[in-house]
């Protein structure tokens, strides 16, 4: 008896765990919907001076107006798009009186990129939302300098090879005149929020656990009765 009573407590104390889990993961799912919909509502929000000392803390995702000339240098960064499948999103120094920054400029097809050629250009006011992606990870390549091909957005690396501040203004306005570099802007699409799935795999363990517990009792008590 004194077997069986430490097996339902063993079963029981395991399903108890796994349900907690669950319940946790879906308090965290409510969390994370509240955070990506804030974030939504201040990526759309009304764009306000860049600042004159951008913090990654405060200022992520702060939508911003910024005034400068384009350079000529660029980096190709290794995407892709859906429904345009593979490109580069396209990273200029911004040359400014208050230090250089970074703009993404958005994205371009594969077959295009090869022919872009950037000219410094005359002062001009681009609208986006500041970012510092957390894109690299130690499985991440060195980026192709002599190619110029990058396979993550690396802000202090980028800004160190183009000379400017690791600040970076992901482009949301469309450029004046039309071409083959599109804004590919900010959105939540990049932040994961797998919360559901853990929980879904939670409370699913807990009931596998609970039906092989029922059964494993089941036919202890048959064992004892024979």
């Known amino acids: 008896m004194g077997r069986l009573a430490f097996f339902i407590i063993f079963g029981l104390g395991g399903a108890a765990i796994l349900i907690s889990l669950g319940v946790w993961q879906v308090q965290r799912l409510s969390w994370k919907e509240g955070l990506l919909a804030e974030i939504e509502l201040r990526i759309a929000a009304d764009p306000v001076p860049l600042p004159a000392m951008p913090d990654p803390a405060r200022d992520a995702y702060l939508p911003v107006e910024a005034t400068g000339s384009l350079g000529a240098g660029y980096i190709r960064v290794l995407v892709s798009q859906k429904g345009a499948g593979a ?9 400014r009186d208050d230090g250089n920054i970074l703009v993404d400029m958005g994205f ?7 022919a872009l050629r950037f000219e410094e250009g005359p002062p001009l006011t681009i609208t986006g939302n500041l970012q510092w992606p957390q894109e690299t990870d130690s499985y991440t390549p060195d980026p192709d300098i002599a190619g110029n091909i990058w396979f993550a957005r690396d802000v202090d690396a980028m800004a160190e090879e183009l000379g400017t501040r690791p600040v970076l203004i992901v482009r949301r306005d469309p450029p004046d005149v039309p071409g083959p570099v599109m804004p590919f802007p900010v959105d939540t699409g990049e932040i994961p929020n797998d919360h559901l799935q853990y929980a879904v795999t939670w409370f699913s363990l807990a009931a596998i656990w609970s039906v092989m517990t029922f059964f494993f009792l089941r036919r202890g008590t048959a064992a004892n009765k024979s």
């Open 87 to 95: 490109g580069y999103r396209i990273i200029r120094p911004m040359l």
């Open 108 to 114: 371009v097809r594969v077959a295009d990129a090869d």
